[in-house]
């Protein structure tokens, strides 16, 4: 079975901390993705990598940045948090078939963030 | 706009009810179409999908949908529901075919399951 794992489920930072999050895969998938959830909005699309330190802006990528320095790992970084990130983080991943992004998207438990 | 619908935020079912979820979506093509399923504290799970092919799919945990071209719909439906199932549902889409293709996600339907 795919896993996705991410560092923390819970957690809490206060304004203008600098705060990452850690998404590990072991499927040696190509593809990883950051989104955030808020309720009535779904999930939008922070962040994507297809290949180590390859990078890619989603929908909604301002105040974040990311690192893929390894194949199985993709960082998420708030550089100085703000209340208005205070979401849901889930981290994703997916191979690559053909040179198409088509295959199934294997998500993570989340993070929970919250920011005073 | 291109975007995915769910018009129903909240549906609340008796236990061994039948259920169904509304999908739309309003690309030009037919994209690549996915339901997931999200319980109480945890991750997106895929229930099933659909590429091409047969227009009636069915995934797990006994649920099919079916795609329907004329109505840019992907309803997803379960013959009795579970108490199980009471979770949230997300439709999602991939607009276009070959090259990156962005997963674009619906707001959700809650499901809450009467006993």
């Known amino acids: 079975d795919v896993k996705v794992t991410q560092s923390s489920r819970y957690l809490v930072k206060r304004t203008g901390e600098k705060v990452f999050l850690e998404c590990v895969q072991d499927m040696d998938h190509e593809n990883m993705f950051w989104y955030r959830q808020d309720p009535g909005l779904g999930l939008r699309l922070i962040y994507f990598s297809y290949d180590v330190k390859m990078k890619e802006k989603g929908d909604i990528p301002e105040g974040y940045s990311v690192s893929r320095e390894k194949k199985e790992r993709f960082s998420l970084i708030l550089e100085s948090a703000s209340t208005n990130q205070t979401s849901m983080y889930l981290c994703a991943s997916s191979s690559t078939v053909q040179g198409s992004f088509q295959e199934t998207q294997y998500f993570g438990p989340g993070t929970r963030l919250l920011v005073l | 706009a291109q975007s995915v619908t769910q018009p129903d935020i909240h549906i609340t079912v008796s236990e061994g009810a039948s259920l169904e979820l509304r999908c739309n979506y309003s690309?030009?093509?037919?994209?690549?179409l996915f339901w997931y399923v999200q319980s109480p504290g945890q991750g997106l799970q895929l229930l099933l999908k659909y590429f091409s092919g047969d227009t009636l799919v069915q995934g797990i945990k006994g649920f099919e949908a079916e795609f329907k071209r004329s109505q840019s719909s992907f309803n997803l439906r379960k013959p009795s529901v579970h108490w199980s199932d009471a979770a949230e549902y997300f439709c999602?889409?991939?607009?276009?075919?070959?090259?990156?293709?962005?997963?674009?996600f619906g707001a959700g339907t809650r499901l809450a399951v009467h006993p």
């Open positions: 690309y030009g093509a037919t994209p690549y």
């Open positions: 999602a889409v991939v607009p276009f075919s070959g090259g990156y293709n962005k997963l674009i």
